[in-house]
């Protein structure tokens, strides 16, 4: 029998080679997980918990109280309430615990798409394809698997910047209040929402960039498919909640894509380089811890020159620091006005799905960041083509538009 690992890779040749057959003696719910991941949890039971030996390390590493143990004394995934901070398949020694694969269902998709097709890559993305994998070799790699282009969803992250530069303005500066970034980990939210709801307040009701490049793209072209790449797995979690499900059709992580890339025989670091900016600085930082912070300091001190109130930020990386400075805040034993919170110790570099380390990452990332043409959304005028797409003829106005908004009550 063959295990779900592997299972998936034969799959993911033959559906490469557009081959439909089956591969024998495989288990049947490893099939349905690989095939129809939407209808599982992010992270899958890939075999039974008879006996643990490491006193249920999967169920007390769970923060939001996913892993339940049902009548018969077996632990079972609870997909209403698992977010993908994969910190159960970590602790697991066991190898019983796997995390949700989406490439064969967005591949097949990709493939029979009748409209435009966009590959939408994570902040993070720099490096995580060897060093010779330049933006617009990997924009290449893309177009050679059938995608119709790339987009950089740091353009997006300049515009949330933007909106939580605004938010910080209206409910800081003018109230006293203080904020809790929405615009990035869907980890950090998920925390405040399920654990700390009487925290919600002070979060500003805004998408992530992820979201926003989804519907940005389907605003423009309604037929089109959209499919994201990064190092996070709950990000696949992210783009199935029922309010912001119209954005994103597939989430596929790195090592996904470096699977895809493999099986298609593609080597993006000998394809074309096709360079195109579309990022400033501050959106490609928002791959690393305080890269929020930093870019939302910087535009609320640019948007509002002279103002005495400016941005006094903490942050706080992987779950255990989160709900430390969760705890403080609710102590008051802080005098921060901006608290920015990651799922993962480093940020987004240190997703579990990254290929790089997160040390690597950040050094690949701040690179980035360094080598942009445009170091504030402001100075960017991709962001002002976005807005004009969008019918807004002034930045204010992203704190009304639907696209970039929702409702986390």
Same mark, same amino acid.
């Given at each position: 029998?063959?295990? !779900? #690992?592997?299972?998936?890779?034969?799959?993911?040749?033959?559906?490469?080679?557009?081959?439909? *057959? $089956?591969?024998?003696?495989?288990?049947?719910?490893? $099939?349905?997980?690989?095939?129809?991941?939407?209808?599982? &949890?992010?992270? $899958?039971?890939?075999?039974?918990?008879?006996? @643990?030996?490491?006193?249920?390390?999967?169920?007390? *590493? @769970?923060?939001?109280?996913?892993?339940?143990?049902?009548?018969?004394?077996?632990?079972?995934?609870?997909?209403?309430? @698992?977010?993908?901070?994969?910190? @159960?398949?970590?602790?697991?020694? *066991?190898?019983?615990?796997?995390?949700?694969?989406?490439?064969?269902?967005?591949?097949?998709?990709?493939?029979?798409?009748?409209?435009?097709?966009?590959?939408?890559?994570?902040?993070?993305?720099?490096?995580? !394809?060897?060093?010779?994998?330049?933006?617009?070799?990997?924009?290449?790699?893309?177009?050679?698997?059938? !995608?119709?282009?790339?987009?950089?969803?740091?353009?997006?992250?300049?515009?949330?910047?933007?909106?939580?530069?605004? =938010?910080?303005?209206?409910?800081?500066?003018?109230?006293?209040?203080?904020?809790?970034?929405?615009?990035?980990?869907?980890?950090?939210?998920?925390?405040?929402?399920?654990?700390?709801? =009487?925290?919600?307040?002070?979060?500003?009701?805004?998408?992530?960039?992820?979201?926003?490049?989804?519907?940005?793209?389907?605003?423009?072209?309604?037929?089109? $498919?959209?499919?994201?790449?990064?190092?996070?797995?709950?990000?696949?979690?992210?783009?199935?909640?029922?309010?912001?499900?119209?954005?994103?059709?597939? +989430?596929?992580?790195?090592?996904?894509?470096?699977?895809?890339?493999?099986?298609? #025989?593609?080597?993006?670091?000998?394809?074309?380089?096709?360079?195109?900016?579309?990022?400033?600085?501050?959106?490609?930082?928002?791959?690393?811890?305080?890269?929020?912070?930093? &870019?939302?300091?910087?535009?609320?001190?640019?948007?509002?020159?002279?103002?005495?109130?400016?941005?006094?930020?903490?942050?706080?990386?992987?779950?255990?620091?989160?709900? =430390?400075?969760?705890?403080?805040?609710?102590?008051?034993?802080?005098?921060?006005? !901006?608290?920015?919170?990651?799922?993962?110790?480093?940020?987004?570099?240190?997703?579990?799905?990254?290929?790089?380390?997160?040390?690597?990452?950040?050094?690949?990332?701040?690179?980035?960041?360094? *080598?942009?043409?445009?170091?504030?959304?402001? =100075?960017?005028?991709?962001?002002?083509?976005?807005?004009?797409?969008?019918?807004?003829?002034? +930045?204010?106005?992203?704190?009304?538009?639907?696209?970039?908004?929702? #409702?986390?009550?």
């Amino acid at each position: 029998m063959k295990s !779900f #690992d592997e299972l998936y890779r034969e799959l993911l040749k033959k559906n490469m080679a557009e081959d439909a *057959s $089956l591969p024998e003696e495989y288990d049947p719910y490893h $099939l349905e997980c690989l095939l129809n991941p939407r209808e599982h &949890a992010v992270v $899958l039971q890939v075999e039974e918990c008879e006996q @643990c030996a490491y006193e249920r390390a999967c169920q007390n *590493s @769970c923060v939001f109280d996913a892993i339940e143990r049902t009548d018969s004394g077996k632990l079972k995934i609870n997909p209403a309430l @698992c977010v993908g901070c994969e910190a @159960c398949i970590e602790a697991c020694q *066991s190898g019983r615990l796997a995390a949700s694969k989406d490439a064969l269902p967005a591949m097949k998709a990709v493939r029979e798409a009748k409209g435009p097709v966009y590959m939408m890559v994570a902040p993070a993305f720099l490096g995580q !394809f060897s060093d010779e994998v330049t933006p617009g070799k990997l924009r290449t790699a893309f177009k050679a698997l059938g !995608f119709t282009g790339m987009v950089e969803v740091a353009l997006f992250a300049d515009i949330l910047t933007l909106k939580e530069a605004l =938010e910080f303005d209206r409910h800081v500066n003018s109230q006293g209040d203080y904020q809790l970034t929405s615009c990035c980990c869907p980890v950090w939210i998920a925390m405040i929402r399920k654990i700390y709801h =009487e925290l919600m307040p002070h979060v500003p009701g805004a998408v992530s960039p992820m979201i926003a490049c989804g519907r940005m793209i389907k605003r423009i072209h309604p037929d089109a $498919l959209t499919v994201f790449a990064g190092p996070c797995l709950a990000k696949k979690q992210e783009a199935r909640e029922p309010d912001i499900a119209d954005a994103v059709d597939y +989430v596929l992580t790195f090592q996904e894509i470096e699977d895809i890339f493999e099986a298609a #025989d593609i080597r993006p670091e000998e394809l074309k380089d096709e360079k195109k900016e579309q990022a400033s600085k501050a959106g490609r930082l928002y791959a690393r811890s305080g890269g929020v912070s930093q &870019a939302v300091s910087e535009m609320v001190d640019q948007l509002r020159p002279g103002r005495n109130i400016h941005v006094r930020s903490e942050q706080a990386d992987g779950p255990k620091a989160c709900l =430390e400075m969760i705890r403080r805040i609710k102590e008051g034993r802080t005098d921060a006005n !901006f608290f920015e919170g990651m799922g993962c110790i480093g940020g987004c570099v240190g997703g579990p799905k990254a290929i790089l380390r997160a040390d690597e990452g950040r050094v690949q990332v701040d690179a980035y960041g360094d *080598s942009a043409r445009f170091c504030t959304p402001l =100075e960017n005028p991709y962001v002002r083509r976005v807005l004009e797409e969008l019918g807004l003829s002034t +930045v204010e106005e992203l704190l009304k538009d639907d696209l970039l908004t929702r #409702d986390f009550s």
